[in-house]
């Protein structure tokens, strides 16, 4: 009986292994490199953190870091992909590293690029304070220093050349405008996470330009989707006057819509960021439209940034911030869009 | 303390019942000491808190809401439970649930489009069973074969799994997110089987109150009789006059309460009222006429006990507090109460935490008892929670708190100076003024019809069982096994088995779905056999002079009131379905769930199974000498687990159609968390899974229930905490209590 079930897994591993093997050759044509890497960190960590040795050419003689406070998601994988795209671009080597919101090991790893003899290094300030050192050592090595995704507040201070991202209250601003033009009355603002400064800002944002009431709540975690889409509901039907949901990430909106029918409820929403999903619905009508930040430029733009400075000797943004959104994505452009999505570019 | 009265019947046997270990404990004493106690009084609590701060909370939109919530967590925190009662963890069922469906749709989904393995759902559906069940047996035979706590065995399988599913989904699509279900071969099938679900809209039935009350009432009446059955002595011979005065008074009742349905008039409502009383009350004293032993007066404890005067003055205090917090408080205002934001709130705050820090370290030093830092948290906690409140909801709230724990002081004062029949009566007469209090002030139809309503019913029974206590003599020793049971159960069975055959079919043409036919085919199956049980249990009541009937009425008794709810729950009517826009679905996860729930304790109360489930969580080689498989037993419960994650997962997965990398990501602590409110012991040896699945559906009452009172949810957090260590302590205190009496 025992060898039998001994059996029984050998062969599911077996069987596991084929398929992750055979769509392995299928799937990563379109890729310009083999992202082999992204298995290994199954044995490290809850969130693993990964490095990425971008294709080594000849050619140049640059280095260039992009080390980021980033997870692993749907939104830190497309900043990767751009990166990558960026270093064939300039025929450059680029190293990519997320920390997965750990700013000790993002300021080691910016140390480490300094010791490497970097020609230009990128880093997202999600804690500005962690990474305070090791970013104006950079700036005393003269090494060109540039900030993207979160530090929009901090980068002067820090000596960056300039930061290249979205204000999360510019983006709440637009969705606000948005909700405006498409008439709702009272927005309830859904968080994912209770504790998120960027979260917040954003329904502050919405808040700031949006003409009717805003009420802001945590509706539950990504990990429980079932009981996101229950307290929506359940939100909706304590207070009736509720007419338009704005989730503040990509799945928000898509339980808000099964909510707003488990309510009984005709709803205008609106989203963040980007899924094939969401986007589905926005072509179908269900949801008005989605914030995207743009994220492609967020890791695209630094490294053509700092490979310009470091060959060319220009620097861009004249002490102002480069913002790449909010832009965004609604029944117009969504067929568009979606096949970019597919690709993991958007 | 009861329990030893002398009898006729048992007056040969009375010396060894003197023994602790043979004395029978009454059957409210027994459901006192039972594991899920406080679970159980938690979830009345948070049910009825959030009841009356919000209007949908209550409906079958609510309950279908919360039960949702509850049937995802408690469809793993029922077998969590049963593996905890084994004496082990599994840190690997939370990220188990994503995993399978995240399997599932790597595995199915379309390959050059959406980057998955492009197997039917034919294939990948049974292959991601296999690999939970695969994960189950590594877990279980790792931790037999090392002898290492499961908590590491575990906790490395979780890490694995987690970093399984985003590296796999990472390198199948590019993405954190595997998409597409929807579009695999198979599809149908499947959604059929894992995403189907109950809509209440499309299920009319016009008489679906009617029903619902019948149950109601029949069910009440069942129960109450099986309690009584359970606790009084039988007489030898039945006194026919007893009967007859009990079946006037419940022809006099019925009549009232037709009467009282059919007359809309204050005035007349008086009168039928009083009448539907009295005749309830009769009937009760004439059944128990009729079948008891009459009851001997137990003489009044002559000793001094000085806490009695203790509990009276603390009992009369909070009646006291209760009635000034009623007359004081502002019952118009709807605004918060928010004593945070001024300076006498942050003083308070300030006082409170000071004091509980400067009580603490007193206590510690063994200066002032333990329970005074409490007092301290008490005042510092009361700004944060008036915050959150409206000034008429706190004034209910805390009316509430303060009557009932002023109820429960005097009782304890009463029953030790043997005066409980006096004080329940005087109680009943209490609550039957409470409920005319409501009535004139409340101004939603919620508290003027339903809460007055349900004041009056449970005045009627405290009202009710005092009369029984007088008159009846308490059982000395536990009843008999049943005897005419089985043939009973036989006949149902076979009955019920055709009818669930029949019903299997029938449904099975429809094709709604293989497995909703099945759960449907087993709820109407088992309604058949459970109508003749019913029946039989009826007449092994009033036809024969068996005394192990008790046990059967009280199922009976509770089968008829849940059917009750269902009905409720499940039917609308089409009066409800023009009026509403929402759509009410209980989804097959919510199905599976009850049904866990139910086979849980059905196998830990009555398999062999069970017993070694205990006996290896008690001791493992103790368990192992006298003969249990331990070894295979926990393995097996391991893989019951995963086979819970992998349903789990599949029903999360053909909801969503899409699932995050890190969906169930935490999860397996919440299914810990839920056990132990359900009255699990860490340790392992003893627990409850009905217990389990009632803190599931506190969790999602809790969860819902913030949304519908549409209060903050920055304050979510602490209200959950706040409520589960009170249902954990309420647990702890309620069954040192009962044990202690006993």
């Keep these: ?346 | 303390m009861a329990e030893v009265t002398t009898t006729n019947d048992s007056a040969d046997r009375s010396s060894p019942a003197q023994d602790e270990r043979l004395a029978h404990r009454g059957p409210v004493q027994q459901l006192l000491t039972r594991p899920e106690i406080g679970a159980l009084i938690g979830a009345v609590g948070v049910w009825l808190l959030f009841w009356l701060v919000s209007a949908p909370f209550g409906t079958a939109g609510g309950t279908a809401n919360y039960l949702d919530v509850a049937a995802i967590l408690g469809l793993m925190a029922v077998p969590v439970a049963l593996l905890m009662i084994g004496g082990e963890f599994d840190l690997s069922s939370g990220s188990m649930t994503g995993a399978t469906a995240v399997i599932v749709i790597l595995l199915s989904s379309d390959t050059a489009e959406l980057g998955g393995a492009g197997l039917s759902l034919h294939l990948a559906v049974p292959l991601s069973l296999t690999f939970a069940l695969a994960i189950g047996w590594f877990n279980g035979t790792l931790v037999d074969k090392t002898s290492l706590p499961s908590f590491i065995v575990t906790l490395g399988t979780f890490f694995i799994l987690i970093g399984a599913k985003l590296g796999f989904t990472k390198l199948f699509t590019n993405k954190v997110i595997a998409e597409g279900l929807d579009k695999s071969g198979g599809y149908e099938f499947w959604n059929n089987i894992f995403g189907a679900s109950w809509i209440r809209n499309g299920h009319v039935w016009d008489n679906r109150d009617w029903a619902w009350a019948g149950l109601l009432i029949i069910g009440a009446v069942v129960l109450i009789l099986g309690t009584m059955e359970l606790a009084y002595a039988r007489r030898e011979n039945p006194n026919m006059g007893g009967y007859l005065v009990s079946a006037i008074g419940t022809a006099v009742g019925a009549i009232g309460f037709i009467l009282l349905l059919d007359q809309d008039g204050v005035g007349s409502n008086w009168v039928f009222g009083i009448i539907t009383g009295a005749g309830v009350l009769v009937a009760v004293a004439g059944w128990c006429l009729a079948r008891y032993q009459p009851a001997e007066r137990e003489p009044a404890p002559t000793e001094h006990d000085p806490r009695v005067v203790k509990f009276l003055i603390a009992g009369v205090v909070a009646i006291v507090g209760a009635i000034l917090i009623a007359a004081v408080m502002d019952s118009n205002n709807s605004d918060r109460l928010d004593f945070l934001t001024g300076t006498p709130g942050r003083a308070m705050l300030a006082i409170g935490i000071g004091a509980t820090g400067v009580l603490a370290v007193l206590a510690a030093l063994g200066r002032v008892s333990v329970g005074y830092p409490a007092i301290g948290a008490l005042i510092a906690l009361v700004p944060a929670v008036s915050y959150m409140i409206t000034v008429q909801g706190a004034r209910a709230i805390l009316f509430g708190v303060l009557a009932i724990a002023g109820v429960v002081l005097l009782s304890i004062a009463a029953r030790r100076r043997g005066l409980a029949e006096l004080f329940t009566l005087l109680t009943s007469v209490g609550i039957v003024i409470l409920a005319f209090f409501v009535r004139s002030e409340a101004d939603s139809r919620k508290l003027r019809v339903e809460l007055f309503t349900a004041l009056l019913l449970i005045a009627l029974l405290l009202a009710a069982s005092a009369f029984a206590r007088l008159i009846a003599a308490r059982r000395s020793s536990a009843p008999p096994p049943p005897v005419h049971g089985p043939l009973a159960r036989q006949i149902g069975t076979v009955l019920g088995l055709a009818a669930g055959l029949v019903s299997l079919i029938l449904e099975l043409a429809d094709s709604d779905g293989v497995l909703y036919s099945i759960i449907m085919a087993v709820a109407k199956g088992g309604i058949v056999a459970f109508a003749v049980f019913a029946l039989a249990t009826l007449y092994r009541t009033l036809f024969t002079h068996d005394e192990s009937v008790g046990r059967s009425l009280v199922f009976v008794g509770l089968g008829s009131v849940m059917l009750g709810i269902a009905a409720k729950l499940m039917f609308i009517t089409s009066e409800e379905a023009a009026a509403t826009q929402a759509t009410t679905r209980f989804g097959v996860g919510v199905m599976l769930f009850l049904a866990f729930a139910v086979l849980g304790a059905w196998v830990l109360a009555r398999t062999q199974f069970g017993n070694w489930i205990f006996a290896v969580g008690g001791n493992k080689e103790a368990s192992r000498s006298v003969g249990v498989p331990a070894a295979r037993t926990k393995t097996t419960l391991f893989m019951l687990v995963s086979a819970s994650a992998w349903i789990t997962g599949m029903v999360i997965a053909f909801r969503l159609n899409s699932v995050q990398a890190n969906v169930g990501d935490g999860n397996e602590f919440r299914y810990i968390i839920v056990a132990v409110v359900g009255g699990c012991l860490l340790t392992g040896g003893y627990g409850s899974a009905i217990g389990a699945a009632i803190g599931a559906v506190i969790w999602g009452m809790i969860t819902s229930g913030i949304g519908f009172a549409t209060w903050n949810s920055d304050w979510r957090f602490l209200v959950l905490g706040a409520l589960l260590l009170v249902a954990v302590l309420v647990n702890n205190y309620v069954r040192s209590q009962a044990e202690k009496v006993r």
Excluded at chain 1, 95 to 102: K, L, Q, T
Aim: proline letters at 4%.
């Design chain 1, 1 to 346: 009986m025992r060898k039998l079930w001994k059996l029984f897994a050998l062969l599911l591993a077996f069987t596991l292994v084929v398929a992750a093997c055979g769509n392995d050759d299928d799937t990563s044509e379109p890729a310009p490199s083999e992202p082999t890497e992204a298995a290994a960190p199954a044995t490290e960590a809850p969130a693993p953190t990964e490095a990425v040795e971008v294709d080594p050419t000849d050619g140049c003689d640059h280095t260039y870091h992009v080390i980021t406070h980033g997870d692993s998601g749907t939104f830190w994988s497309v900043v990767e992909v751009a990166v990558r795209a960026a270093a064939a671009a300039i025929g450059c080597d680029v190293v990519y590293f997320g920390s997965n919101n750990d700013a000790l090991r993002q300021a080691q790893e910016i140390e480490a690029a300094i010791a490497a003899g970097s020609s230009g290094i990128a880093i997202s300030l999600a804690d500005p304070a962690g990474v305070q050192s090791a970013a104006e050592a950079v700036v005393a090595a003269g090494i060109p220093l540039y900030t993207l995704n979160s530090g929009v507040n901090n980068y002067k201070d820090l000596g960056a050349t300039t930061h290249i991202g979205q204000t999360e209250t510019v983006a709440g601003n637009g969705a606000g405008e948005r909700f405006n033009a498409l008439g709702a009355t009272h927005v309830l603002c859904a968080r994912q996470e209770q504790t998120n400064v960027a979260l917040e800002e954003r329904c502050n944002g919405l808040a700031e330009t949006f003409g009717g009431q805003v009420t802001s709540e945590f509706v539950g975690l990504d990990a429980t989707p079932d009981e996101q889409q229950n307290t929506i509901a359940a939100i909706l039907q304590g207070d009736e006057s509720i007419d338009g949901v704005l989730g503040v990430g990509p799945n928000l909106p898509l339980r808000a819509l099964a909510a707003g029918e488990q309510a009984g409820r005709d709803l205008i929403i609106g989203g963040f960021d980007l899924s094939s999903d969401l986007i589905d619905q926005i072509e179908q009508g269900n949801v008005a439209f989605t914030v995207d930040q743009q994220q492609y430029l967020q890791g695209y733009l630094p490294v053509i940034l700092m490979h310009l400075q470091a060959t060319n000797l220009n620097t861009a943004g004249g002490g102002l911030p480069i913002l790449t959104g909010p832009g965004f994505v609604d029944t117009a452009n969504a067929a568009d869009v979606k096949a970019l999505v597919s690709e993991g570019t958007r």
